[in-house]
């Protein structure tokens, strides 16, 4: 009568066995699968973290860009009261174009080579400028002048709207109001570049310079 009694108790030995079993791999799945829930999201928190980041430097981008756009009709006014009125106190007015990113972005949470691009572009900025104070120190007149002036507003200008145009489709941001200015500084450009396919004389700002690139002139 023995036999029973041990065959149940091989019997319940195997089901708290599998049971051990059972549940030592469902605390190995719900752990696996609770990292995967905690990897996704911190790469949530992490990617809308660099969302505002971006957003900051489009926010920036624009705003210079309005400035850009502002700073064209600003250059014609005053341009119009020199030759109409001898009055150049509207020019004398205009302050340097410059490119400020307020708040400054925590760099540190975008790619490295963005950064780099983006960071660069103030310097490049004011290079220019000093490059236009350079010429009008040994040869360029007043027209010339505001001419380069110009061509460096424009320029920049539609740099910083195409930056901020692919950082708003990279993250999803919607569209921004830059397209106005963005043709206004391309319909500058593209006047430029007539003048200088028509292998005009004039000097053109190094940037358009190698925009249109020298070869044109021999092909």
Known sequence: MAE?????????????LSSAVISAVI??????????IDKRREDAKEKKIVGHVYLDVVFSLESFAKQCNARLYDIDIGLNLRYEYHDDSHLNKLVPLTLQFQPEPRWSELPVDFVAQVKALPGRL??????????????ADIDDA????????????AVACEIAEQIREK?????????????????????????????????????LRALFGESNRTS
Do not use: C, M
Request: net charge negative; charged share 30%; glycine share 4%.
């Open 126 to 139: 004011e290079s220019t400028h000093d490059w236009i104070v350079e010429q009008h120190d040994h040869w």
């Open 27 to 36: 605390n190995i799945l719900w752990n696996a699968f609770s990292k995967i």
């Open 4 to 16: 029973p009694t041990t065959t149940v108790a091989v019997n319940w030995l195997t089901v708290a």
């Open 171 to 207: 993250i999803l941001a919607g569209k921004g109001d830059t397209e106005h200015f963005r043709n206004h500084f391309q319909s500058l450009i593209e006047k430029r570049r007539a003048r200088f396919d028509e292998g005009s004389k004039e000097a053109f700002i190094p940037e």
């Open 146 to 157: 505001y001419e380069f002036e110009r061509e460096r507003v424009a320029f920049y200008g």
